[in-house]
């Protein structure tokens, strides 16, 4: 058996943190049992949908890595296939058409609600004769869900999870409009695709008992059901915009590596051992049901700030300027083949203290600047045009341009004008060649940016008005 997962996201927002988590799920337990993962849309809420959640979610998905096998499919270009199976069902004796008007419907709620019943509908149409049929009613098409006893979804997370059928209705497969309703769309779907397992948020746990009514009416296999537990903040509250990004663009627009946010949704919510750093190719040898945890799992924003730092230790230099170039144009800075072979140079030391690609492009824009640039407060409150003046002179007589003799020269200044502080010297010349007051070594910056454009750039700051 070919083992099939599906992420069925509903685009009526833009890519949250929770589908994220939930494909990756989906994709590994593909990838581990060299299955698919398929990708439908699950679109028939026609009021909510719009095509930007649509491409939201193909972005997110893509962004991640998590690669999905066949065509997207499209649940609301698939109603009639639905509506088909509907029928089928009717006639198979397994459904029957309800004729309530919406004042019967009311009644009856209100009856229910007054014995305190949990479902309402009185099931009236079930055995009922259809030559009794009022003319003027377009009827919906019910399914005949048990009427006693008990219903039990086997979890592959949760266990075992059993109902009293009682509360289980008669619920709506068909509209009147002939439009079927999200359960029947959902089971059909994921037959017609051949779904082995159906791993998706615990919030469909209840569902899936409506669910399985379906199948079992049909005739057709109840997929593996393995219900992920909700992705909480930090406070135990349900994750919201109130505790920090929630979108999977917002996290890729803040500098995160995808590789590090594979890393870190897995490990929300699943464990091996006291693993934190987990490659993917390791994920995909080790994800398994078993380790999904039952609880909730709480979203620790510093706890992904340092996986993020960790895999960008990880990267390649060379893919992380190409990754890093869009944040520092972004600033409005033109960035040419100088400026990035000057980023790739100082790679090592910008990745070395970086948790974001964003704070990189922050440290290290300034490599790719061109004269004039701006100066911040800091940097502007730095610039001692006296000191700056004796470096330019000291350092446009250094003829091996490196950071050691960068750095010894301006001890040497130091002790004839600081009192030996080397700080009072340093922090000048950071001010005067990165426009900031945080750099990494400016020996080492300085060398980067070799002595000519140095030295001009201390001409720059020196003659600052
Ligand atoms: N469209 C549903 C959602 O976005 C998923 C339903 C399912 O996985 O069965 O929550």
Redesign the pocket.
Do not use: A, Q
């Given at each position: 058996m070919t083992v099939i997962t599906?992420?069925?996201?509903?685009p009526t927002g833009l890519m949250h943190i929770g589908?994220a988590r939930?494909a990756l799920y989906n994709w590994l337990y593909a990838k581990r049992h060299n299955g698919q993962m398929q990708f439908r849309i699950?679109d028939t809420d026609r009021a909510r949908y719009a095509p930007e959640y649509v491409e939201s979610i193909k972005d997110g998905l893509t962004w991640l890595g998590l690669t999905w096998d066949g065509p997207i499919l499209s649940q609301f270009e698939r109603r009639d296939r639905h509506a088909e199976i509907a029928l089928e069902m009717l006639k198979a004796g397994k459904a029957y058409y309800c004729y309530c008007s919406p004042e019967e419907l009311e009644e009856m709620r209100e009856k229910a609600k007054a014995e305190g019943q949990v479902t309402f509908y009185d099931r009236r149409w079930r055995d009922a004769d259809p030559a009794t049929a009022p003319r003027d009613i377009k009827p919906v098409i019910r399914i005949k869900a048990p009427l006693s006893g008990e219903s039990v979804v086997h979890d592959r997370v949760q266990g075992d999870v059993t109902v009293n059928n009682e509360q289980l209705d008669d619920f709506i497969i068909l509209r009147s409009d002939g439009t079927p309703t999200?359960m029947l769309a959902?089971v059909v779907d994921?037959h017609d695709m051949g779904v082995t397992h159906?791993i998706?948020?615990d919030?469909?746990l209840n569902?899936t008992f409506r669910q399985n009514i379906i199948y079992e009416a049909m005739g057709w296999t109840i997929p593996v059901y393995a219900h992920l537990p909700l992705i909480l903040g930090p406070d135990g509250a349900k994750l919201s915009k109130r505790h920090g990004a929630t979108g999977v663009a917002e996290y890729a627009n803040m500098g995160y590596l995808p590789e590090a946010m594979r890393n870190y949704l897995l490990r929300l919510g699943w464990s091996h051992g006291d693993d934190e750093i987990i490659s993917t190719e390791q994920a995909i040898e080790w994800f398994d049901l078993d380790h999904v945890h039952r609880s909730p799992a709480r979203f620790d924003f510093a706890k992904l700030e340092n996986v993020n730092a960790h895999y960008i230790k990880e990267a390649d230099n060379t893919r992380l300027v190409d990754l890093v170039v869009p944040f520092i144009e972004k600033k409005g800075i033109a960035v040419d083949t100088t400026g990035r072979a000057r980023l790739l140079a100082g790679m090592d030391e910008l990745k070395s203290r970086a948790k974001t690609l964003l704070q990189i492009a922050d440290e290290g824009a300034f490599y790719c600047r061109s004269i004039p640039y701006d100066f911040d407060d800091k940097a502007k409150a730095n610039l001692d045009k006296a000191i700056l003046q004796t470096i330019r002179e000291r350092l446009s007589g250094i003829t091996e341009f490196t950071a050691a003799n960068i750095e010894a020269a301006c001890k040497d200044i130091a002790n004839q004008n600081a009192e030996g502080k080397l700080g009072k010297v340093a922090m000048p010349l950071r001010a005067a060649l990165t426009g900031t007051t945080v750099s990494p070594s400016i020996f080492h910056a300085a060398e980067i940016l070799s002595r000519d454009e140095a030295l001009k750039r201390l001409e720059f700051a020196v003659n600052l008005k």
């Open positions: 599906r992420i069925p996201p509903s589908t939930t699950e999200y959902v994921d159906v998706r948020g919030d469909h569902n």
